[in-house]
């Protein structure tokens, strides 16, 4: 399996939330229990039981209403901070699969304490991360990988009735962005861009400011480690070497 990508056009998402109802369906998540708190958009966030969630904004623009549409999910980023983070903890705790990039929260997250999950979460520049506060588990969108290893769409992708949703070889879903991007910008949408393309195998195409879609729909931090990881990793070579000269 070569590397792979999400293409998310916002610009085709009717908010019929399809994406939404098959990926709890496939991955046997619970239902939750909402309300009505002025919005459109239910549940009202991610949780531990829900990977994906489709985003309402409501904007009043020359007296009329506006709707933005932003089916969030993971990232997947390249480089991912969050596996960086809970190496500093439990080593396991996030993998990545070299084939398709994949990035995937294992057993392991249980043994993150709240502080060290609260470091895993943080270090997301997306706000992704969810923890189970009954078993410890920490969960979010795993690129539907049983489903890619044997050759299937993730269950979103398949379910998307609109063309919003598309997944294939990262180069392949690039090449079909720039030129989605291109041809909205012909059309007059000069703000049409995809954001943080370059460094996440999630990419959104947005037609207006990202911040009118999602607080987090670009990276809201660049700090990847934190400073406490980063002294660990830093003391962990001397340790070895004291260890080392110990022996001798």
């Given at each position: 399996m070569a590397d792979k990508s999400f293409f998310i056009d916002t610009t085709k998402c009717t908010a019929c939330r399809g994406c939404q109802v098959a990926c709890k369906q496939w991955n046997k998540l619970p239902a939750t229990k909402t309300f009505n708190w002025g919005s459109y958009q239910n549940p009202a966030d991610l949780s531990f039981s829900t990977f994906k969630l489709v985003r309402f904004r409501e904007v009043i623009r020359e007296g009329k209403v506006k709707w933005y549409f932003f089916p969030d999910q993971c990232r997947h980023c390249l480089e991912p901070p969050c596996k960086d983070t809970a190496d500093g903890y439990v080593e396991g705790a996030v993998i990545q699969d070299d084939a398709t990039g994949a990035v995937i929260y294992t057993g392991k997250t249980r043994m993150l304490s709240s502080s060290a999950f609260q470091e895993v979460r943080e270090s997301c520049p997306y706000n992704i991360p969810r923890q189970d506060p009954a078993t410890g588990l920490v969960a979010k969108c795993t690129m539907c990988f049983d489903r890619i290893s044997n050759g299937m769409e993730p269950a979103c992708v398949k379910a998307c009735p609109t063309g919003t949703m598309n997944f294939g070889n990262r180069a392949d879903m690039l090449d079909m962005a720039k030129?989605?991007?291109?041809?909205?910008?012909?059309?007059?949408?000069?703000?049409?861009?995809?954001?943080?393309?370059?460094?996440?195998?999630?990419?959104?195409?947005?037609?207006?400011d990202p911040m009118l879609y999602c607080k987090f729909a670009v990276a809201q931090n660049d700090v990847g480690i934190s400073r406490k990881l980063a002294l660990r990793k830093l003391m962990k070579p001397a340790t070895g070497l004291i260890t080392s000269v110990a022996k001798l």
């Open positions: 030129e989605r991007v291109a041809a909205l910008q012909k059309k007059g949408f000069k703000k049409a861009q995809l954001l943080d393309a370059d460094s996440i195998r999630t990419v959104f195409l947005v037609v207006d």
